[in-house]
C-alpha cells in the first residue's frame, strides 16, 4: 500500500512539472522576472544615439513606426515601452509584434506616460531565434486630435543620411526601420524608440 501511495505521489509531480513545461523541454513557470532597466534594446539604441553624426529627436509625423529585428537566442518579450506625446496622453497606442509572414503575434493597445518611457506588461510573447519580427507602433491621426503633430514619436536618426543597418548590441541585431501611413514610406530614416524586455 506504502509503495501505491509513493507511485501516487511520483505521478502527479510528474503531472505538474509536464504541465509547466514547454515543448523544448524547459520550465516556463512560475515565469521569470520581466527586467524593464538597461534592456538591451535601450543599451542598442543609446550605442546608435553616440555615433557620430547621429542625434536623438521626436518627428516623423507618420501614424506607423516601426523597426525589424532578430534575436540570436529564443526569449520571450514580456514588456513593451514607449513615451507618449503630451496632447494625447490619454489615448492608446496599437502595438504589435509581427512575424516574417506579416501576421500579428502581439497586439494591444496601450496607453503611456508623456513625461518619460513608461512600460507595459504584454501577453508573454515567444520570438525564435534569428528569425525576423517587426516592432510596430501605431497611432491614428483621427485618433490624435487630427493633428499630424501628435503623432510624432522619439527615435534615433542620422542627420542628412539614412541610419547604417545592421545595428546591434548583445543578442538584438535591428535590420532595417520604416515610418509609413499619413505620410513616407521613410524607410531606414531612424530608429524608433519602442523599448522591449524579454526573459
Request: with cysteine; proline share 6%; charged share 5%.
Given at each position: 500500500m506504502k509503495n501505491f501511495k509513493t507511485l501516487g505521489i511520483i505521478a502527479l509531480l510528474t503531472l505538474a512539472i509536464?504541465?509547466?513545461?514547454?515543448?523544448?523541454?524547459?520550465?516556463?513557470?512560475?515565469l521569470p522576472p520581466c527586467?524593464?532597466?538597461?534592456?538591451t534594446f535601450d543599451q542598442l539604441y543609446n550605442n546608435v544615439v553616440a555615433l557620430p553624426g547621429y542625434v536623438n529627436d521626436v518627428t516623423y509625423d507618420t501614424e506607423i513606426h516601426e523597426y525589424t529585428f532578430q534575436l540570436s537566442a529564443n526569449k520571450t518579450i514580456c514588456s513593451v515601452g514607449y513615451q507618449s506625446q503630451p496632447a494625447i496622453a490619454n489615448?492608446?497606442?496599437?502595438?504589435?509584434?509581427?512575424?516574417?509572414?506579416?501576421?500579428?503575434?502581439?497586439?494591444?493597445?496601450?496607453?503611456?506616460?508623456s513625461a518619460n518611457t513608461s512600460y507595459v506588461s504584454i501577453t508573454p510573447t515567444a520570438i525564435i531565434a534569428n528569425q525576423s519580427y517587426k516592432m510596430r507602433r501605431?497611432?491614428?491621426?483621427?485618433?490624435?486630435?487630427?493633428?499630424?503633430?501628435?503623432?510624432?514619436?522619439?527615435?534615433?536618426r542620422q542627420n542628412g543620411a539614412l541610419v547604417s543597418f545592421p545595428q546591434?548590441?548583445?543578442?538584438?541585431?535591428i535590420t532595417s526601420a520604416n515610418f509609413y501611413q499619413n505620410g513616407g514610406p521613410l524607410l531606414n530614416m531612424g530608429i524608433p524608440y519602442?523599448?522591449?524586455?524579454?526573459?
Open positions: 509536464s504541465s509547466c513545461t514547454n515543448p523544448n523541454g524547459t520550465v516556463t513557470f512560475p527586467t524593464t532597466v538597461n534592456t489615448t492608446p497606442y496599437l502595438i504589435e509584434i509581427v512575424d516574417a509572414t506579416n501576421t500579428p503575434i502581439y497586439s494591444g493597445n496601450h496607453v503611456f506616460s501605431t497611432i491614428l491621426v483621427a485618433n490624435a486630435g487630427n493633428l499630424s503633430s501628435n503623432v510624432i514619436g522619439r527615435l534615433v546591434n548590441f548583445g543578442i538584438m541585431t519602442i523599448d522591449i524586455a524579454f526573459f
